[in-house]
């Protein structure tokens, strides 16, 4: 066991693959190093940055996007050159060194071999240099990415938090680590194997290592990135979840070792400074304000110009297998038939598999004016949140989703399914009790997708008044609840919980 070099400021190593921004003041470079590719950049921003506000040891862990960093060290003069030099040894910013991060635009590859050794090298230098350098205290890291860190932390004497923000893995033989430059020798058997290993020499190279399943299994502490997810997985009530990440994760949780942490959005979701807007607005005039993004949203992707339109926005991947958009494609033309004379309008921002089909069901009923089907647009999607009346999140599952977090606090209120992350943010909207921030459905057809649109209907033919009473509710209460320092101080209170266990050992 490692004692806490200081036990009133411990010193925390975060690794993560992408982060969003890096407070100013962490080191001479932090605000060049940018790399994102979905929520986990966002919230390990806002924890570094919550730690870091607070006067914490933290310290960060990246592999050296160069390209995606813009820095290009053959055009650097001399005294740029020293200091891009020394950042390393007097901030803490730790970058992780390997040709494999240099030219890289994206941070993650759609193949499998080059996703593999993106991650060994960047474990390989978490190991080897990183921490031997950095002397942390405690280790968080996040995914199967750098599922191998908590067996070598583990060996180590550093306990290690591992949060699982998707159920991927990659399964691996330590001959084939071990060729990476990872001694795996030295921590194997914290890892978890594809069967129980008899020895390390006969497991070396026939008994393939599960990343993922290697870093909760090592790990000192887990977390999900929702209560209600994490409460699914131990249940089984998920097919596509391994038993053996499913029995890993149940023993962490029964052993008091487990928590779900709700993911935030990031901060540049607020309608009060959001610059891609038509107008900004607050809780106190969304009434008139909403109206004018509305229209120019209206224009810009084709639909009916009608302030008075009810508009449901689709905002996440068309994804068949998790995000549900079969169940609008089933009952699209009904919708907009039977809303007609209300003249309903509906609104997709987002590419994926099914998007043939809502072209199709459009191009056959003639339905251009109500229904607009847009490629992802960063811009499009931000004025899309402010023009909507309600956003469609009728997921199959869901580990946490940030839209239904994002749409109240525009004023855009979820017609979103009882499930996971979800559950934990979306609750059915009671007007008597003045209390609830959408409309919920708990069957998981189409029927019950429609079932919360008429609901969501009921409410949009209420008064006005009535109407923004409780928008403006809604909007005051999310902007409270879902924000990076409600996320980042739940995971300041695992790491409490983690040293002091460590004290009392």
Known sequence: MRVPSNPKNPRILIVTPEITYLPEGMGNMSNMLQAKAGGLADVSASLVAALFKQGADVHVALPHYRRMFHIDV?????????????????SRIHLAEDRVFYYRDTVYSNYHEDSLKFALA???????????????????????????????????????????HNIHTQKITLDYIEDRGIDSADFWNNLYFQRTPMNYEESRSTNPVDMLTSGIFASHFINTVSPTFLDEIVEGRHSFIPGNIQYEISCKKKTGCAKGILNAPDETFNPETDMMLEACYNAGNHAEKKVENKVAFQRKTGLHVDPNAPLFLWPSRLDPVQKGCQLLTDILYKLVSDYWGEKLQVAIVANGAYEKYF?????????????????????????????????????????????????????????AMDTGGLHD??????????????????????????????????FHRMPKAVKAKQISRIMKESKARFNHSVTAQEYIDIYEVMLERQLIR
Not at 74 to 90: A, D, F, P, Q
Not at 362 to 375: E, G, M, P, S
Not at 429 to 451: H, I, M, P, Q
Request: hydrophobic share 40%; with cysteine.
């Open 122 to 164: 960047f474990q390989r230098e978490i190991i080897n240099n990183i921490i031997p350098k950095v002397e942390p205290d405690l280790i968080h890291c996040n995914d199967w990415m750098t599922g191998l860190i908590p067996a070598a932390a583990r060996r180590m004497g550093i306990p290690c938090l591992f949060t699982v």
């Open 425 to 458: 943010t979306v609750e059915h909207l009671d007007l008597e009790k003045n209390e609830g921030n959408g409309f919920v459905f708990k069957t998981y057809d189409a029927n019950g997708l429609r079932w919360a649109i008429d609901q969501a209907m009921n």
């Open 74 to 90: 053959g055009k650097l003069i001399n005294s740029e050159l020293l200091v891009y030099k020394s950042h390393l040894s007097n």
């Open 359 to 415: 072209h199709e069901i459009v191009r056959f009923h003639n339905l251009h004016k109500r229904v607009a089907i847009c490629a992802f647009d960063e811009a499009l999607s931000h004025l899309g949140y402010a023009a909507s009346d309600f956003m469609l999140i009728p997921s199959k599952f869901e580990p946490c989703g940030l839209p239904q977090m994002i749409s109240p606090i525009y004023g855009s209120l979820s017609v």
